[in-house]
């Protein structure tokens, strides 16, 4: 593996380091949200989600689609929830 590629994964895996990061992944496992939905459901501001989203956006962990003047957020492919399904298996193995 080349270093620029360990350190890419590396850089994959921080985004992971963030508990609010891991509580909106979870909530779009099941379906996408808006901003207001995440923010009731993680029980934060929504400025806090939308700055959370878009450090989810930058490392294309969800993306999103404009509906009129609402923004929903979707985790970006299936790798996204294998990942986090792996992740949460390995813990529950402890």
């Known amino acids: 593996m080349k270093d620029e590629q360990i350190y890419d994964l590396a850089e994959f895996f921080k985004v992971f380091a963030d508990s609010t990061r891991i ?9 996408e949200l808006c ?8 029980g934060t ?17 969800v993306k999103f689609r404009r509906d009129k003047t609402t923004i929903y957020y979707s985790l970006d492919d299936e790798h996204i929830k294998d990942i986090f399904l792996k992740g949460r298996e390995h813990i529950e193995e402890i």
Not at 23 to 31: G, N, R
Not at 35 to 42: N, T, Y
């Open 23 to 31: 509580k909106i992944i979870a909530a779009l496992l099941e379906k």
């Open 35 to 42: 901003v207001f939905e995440l923010a009731k459901i993680v």
């Open 45 to 61: 501001t929504q400025s806090a989600i939308s700055h959370q989203l878009r450090i989810l956006k930058q490392s294309h962990l």
